[in-house]
């Protein structure tokens, strides 16, 4: 398989380089861990350096394996990767043991982005279902996020991660917390697409310093179940984006990509088949102007990932989440 070697890089605020396109290994309940690695092996040897993880994926064991074969291999050496992973709602409390055995798992030594994968301790069960509700969940507390982010700092000076990121966050929630970190978050991962763009959110993380990473990017049309309404919009149906594709002979996909890129978000991508189409994204004819500026105008605050399994028994319903009148919803100590 040819190499592709000449994938952009973007500089962090903790002074690393990170790929400007990764791939995702969220396979939206619908496919299976040794199908995810295999995407992941085929991935590395085409030229992906950035793979995104998450212990709540139940997948890093066999991600694990083949970045092990390829280190053994020679294809990549691990200072060339950008390996991330996340913290799972379950494991607030103890976050060094579940770094340590995400680490163990992708056998990658240390990793270069650990992620709160989302800001409270609220938990549900792999596969549940929209309706899906645990008692014990609880809304966000400056006092618990703070407390998992120190132990985040924890490990950046023990030398198990090389920058913390932040998942799923509002700017409410941003600016109770920013003032607070003694090392600063270096990424932020949220939903974002050409008909979900954030760009309140997304200016702020830029002013703040703090690099966008985009996940769902092409809409996710194959996410999972749970997170499918009647009302969501297809990004790559849009006629706009078909006729942008037209122009350029790709697929829709590949303009979702490029106006990611070209924004500066750092998109991620899962695909079983397509990955080497996606990394191309990143270094074949750029959309114009006059294209950017039609995809901006896209926008339909079509949020996909509602997080509905994650509310506390007195939240009235998703929206609670997202502290959409710019204050944070019954936080205890806000």
Not at 124 to 147: I, L, Q, T, Y
Not at 265 to 273: M, T
Request: one cysteine or more; aromatic letters at 8%.
């Amino acid at each position: 398989m040819e190499r592709l070697d000449s994938v952009p890089v973007l500089r962090l605020n903790n002074g690393y380089d990170i790929p400007c396109i990764g791939i995702g290994t969220f396979g939206s309940d619908r496919v299976e861990p040794d199908d995810v690695s295999q995407a992941v092996a085929g991935a590395i040897r085409f030229g992906y350096r950035l793979i995104d993880c998450a212990a709540c994926y139940q997948n890093e064991k066999q991600i694990g394996a083949v970045i092990r074969e390829a280190l053994d291999e020679g294809v990549v050496t691990r200072p060339e990767l950008f390996i991330m992973s996340k913290v799972w709602n379950d494991r607030h409390r103890d976050v060094e043991a579940a770094c340590r055995e995400s680490i163990a798992d992708l056998q990658c030594d240390y990793l270069d982005m650990y992620f709160i994968h989302w800001p409270f301790p609220n938990y549900h069960a792999p596969h549940c279902d929209g309706d899906s509700r645990n008692p014990d969940s609880k809304p966000f507390s400056v006092e618990e996020f703070m407390d998992t982010y120190r132990q985040c700092e924890a490990l950046v000076k023990a030398g198990l991660i090389r920058g913390i990121g932040i998942s799923n966050m509002t700017i409410p929630k941003l600016n109770a917390v920013l003032g607070l970190c003694e090392i600063k978050p270096a990424a932020c991962e949220l939903e974002m697409h050409p008909c979900f763009q954030q760009q309140e959110q997304f200016d702020y993380l830029v002013r703040e310093g703090i690099q966008p990473v985009g996940y769902m990017p092409l809409g996710s049309p194959r996410r999972p179940e749970r997170d499918i309404f009647d009302e969501d919009i297809a990004d790559m149906q849009l006629p706009e984006i078909r006729a942008i594709a037209g122009a350029h002979q790709c697929h829709p996909a590949i303009v979702c990509l490029k106006w990611a890129m070209q924004r500066g978000q750092i998109p991620i991508p899962f695909s079983v088949h397509n990955y080497r189409a996606n990394l191309e994204a990143a270094v074949t004819e750029p959309l114009t102007d006059e294209e950017m500026q039609v995809i901006a105008g896209l926008e339909k605050n079509n949020r996909l990932v509602k997080g509905q399994v994650f509310l506390w028994p007195s939240a009235r319903d998703w929206h609670d989440l997202w502290d959409e009148d710019g204050v944070i919803v019954d936080c205890p100590d806000a």
